[in-house]
């Protein structure tokens, strides 16, 4: 009887007091199949590493919802031909399912031209995969001439 | 059961429950620390606007560099016309993740010179620090591009 009683109850207080899981690391690795394919130009590819309800907010554009929509959005602003793009990590932050990067990017133009800016993304892990569910970005400075600006 | 087990039982039930913080009530976005911002913004107050960010906070403005520190916050938002431009906030999304609240949303300004106010979208974290959730970084961008006529560092 003594045992029966104790050990549930030992259970019970182990379980709720164990320490907060060490977080996972940053998923870079799907961070880094973003460049491939954005620099691939492969907006199917791109739309793939996001959730199926994400959000992209594009400067000087209303937002794009779902991933059918992030796909046309990567194949209209990212056509063969466009720039490539370097972009930096600064600061990433996993809580459970949900992860929080801050970076730079460079946009390396054909004609050596280089502009660069500023994003913030907030990931989701979903059946097993993490994937990116918000994403905003915006130049450091106007594009000359032009209210163009390309994804980060 | 007897008396003693019953105690035992009590203490380790009491121990389970008050042994780990994550089993608290959720705490509710700081409503009232995003009025704050709204109302210093829309009466001019940017010393007010400055300290409702972390010492270690960003400020990323579109088609600007990032702004870090109070000083250089206070300065920026001074650029915006605060007081004069009206900023509503609508359509918000909040998330609570480990010890931040991530918060997205869209806004209006309002300029008195020009008759459409600009819509955009925002994206923000913010962070308790000394008993006060203050921002810790700030983002977001107009859903079109300012009117040409206009300096580029006008609100929107």
Same mark, same amino acid.
């Given at each position: 009887?003594?045992?029966?009683?104790?050990?549930?109850?030992?259970?019970?207080?182990?379980?709720?007091?164990?320490?907060?899981?060490?977080?996972?690391?940053?998923?870079?690795?799907?961070?880094?199949?973003?460049?491939?394919?954005?620099?691939?130009?492969?907006?199917?590819?791109?739309?793939?590493?996001?959730?199926?309800?994400?959000?992209?907010?594009?400067?000087?554009?209303?937002?794009?919802?779902? +991933?059918?929509?992030?796909?046309?959005?990567? #194949?209209?602003?990212?056509? %063969? !031909? @466009?720039?490539?793009? /370097?972009? $930096?990590?600064?600061?990433?932050?996993?809580?459970?399912?949900?992860?929080?990067?801050?970076?730079?990017?460079?946009?390396?133009?054909?004609?050596?031209?280089?502009?660069?800016?500023?994003?913030?993304?907030?990931?989701?892990?979903?059946?097993?995969?993490? +994937?990116?569910?918000?994403?905003?970005?915006? #130049?450091?400075?106007?594009? %000359? !001439? @032009?209210?163009?600006? /390309?994804? $980060? | 059961?007897?008396?003693?087990?019953?105690?035992?039982?009590?203490?380790?039930?009491?121990?389970?429950?008050?042994?780990?913080?994550?089993?608290?009530?959720?705490?509710?976005?700081?409503?009232?620390?995003?009025?704050?911002?709204?109302?210093?913004?829309?009466?001019?107050?940017?010393?007010?606007?400055?300290?409702?960010?972390?010492?270690?906070?960003?400020?990323?403005?579109?088609?600007?560099?990032?702004?870090?520190?109070?000083?250089?916050?206070?300065?920026?938002?001074?650029?915006?016309?605060?007081?004069?431009?009206?900023?509503?906030?609508?359509?918000?999304?909040?998330?609570?993740?480990?010890?931040?609240?991530?918060?997205?949303?869209?806004?209006?300004?309002?300029?008195?010179?020009?008759?459409?106010?600009?819509?955009?979208?925002?994206?923000?974290?913010?962070?308790?620090?000394?008993?006060?959730?203050?921002?810790?970084?700030?983002?977001?961008?107009?859903?079109?591009?300012?009117?040409?006529?206009?300096?580029?560092?006008?609100?929107?």
């Amino acid at each position: 009887m003594r045992m029966r009683m104790i050990l549930p109850a030992s259970a019970l207080t182990l379980t709720a007091c164990l320490p907060a899981p060490v977080p996972e690391a940053f998923p870079q690795d799907v961070a880094d199949a973003w460049v491939e394919r954005y620099e691939l130009h492969d907006a199917a590819g791109l739309a793939a590493l996001y959730t199926e309800d994400a959000q992209v907010l594009p400067p000087d554009a209303e937002i794009v919802s779902g +991933r059918a929509a992030i796909q046309e959005f990567h #194949a209209r602003t990212n056509p %063969p !031909g @466009s720039a490539g793009i /370097e972009i $930096a990590t600064v600061e990433t932050l996993v809580f459970g399912d949900y992860a929080y990067r801050q970076g730079s990017f460079r946009l390396k133009g054909p004609g050596g031209a280089v502009s660069g800016g500023k994003f913030i993304e907030l990931w989701k892990k979903s059946d097993g995969k993490w +994937r990116i569910h918000r994403e905003i970005w915006s #130049a450091n400075a106007p594009a %000359p !001439g @032009s209210g163009d600006d /390309e994804p $980060a | 059961m007897n008396r003693t087990h019953l105690a035992s039982w009590a203490i380790l039930v009491a121990l389970a429950a008050a042994g780990c913080e994550r089993a608290g009530t959720p705490e509710a976005f700081p409503q009232a620390a995003a009025d704050g911002w709204l109302a210093a913004f829309n009466s001019g107050d940017t010393t007010g606007l400055a300290l409702m960010y972390s010492d270690d906070a960003e400020v990323l403005p579109p088609d600007e560099p990032i702004v870090s520190g109070h000083a250089a916050i206070e300065e920026f938002w001074k650029s915006y016309d605060p007081g004069q431009v009206r900023i509503a906030v609508s359509e918000v999304e909040t998330r609570r993740l480990g010890d931040y609240w991530f918060r997205e949303g869209t806004y209006s300004a309002i300029i008195p010179e020009e008759g459409e106010p600009r819509i955009g979208k925002f994206i923000e974290l913010w962070v308790k620090s000394g008993g006060a959730w203050l921002l810790y970084r700030h983002m977001w961008s107009p859903n079109a591009p300012p009117p040409a006529e206009l300096p580029a560092s006008a609100p929107g």
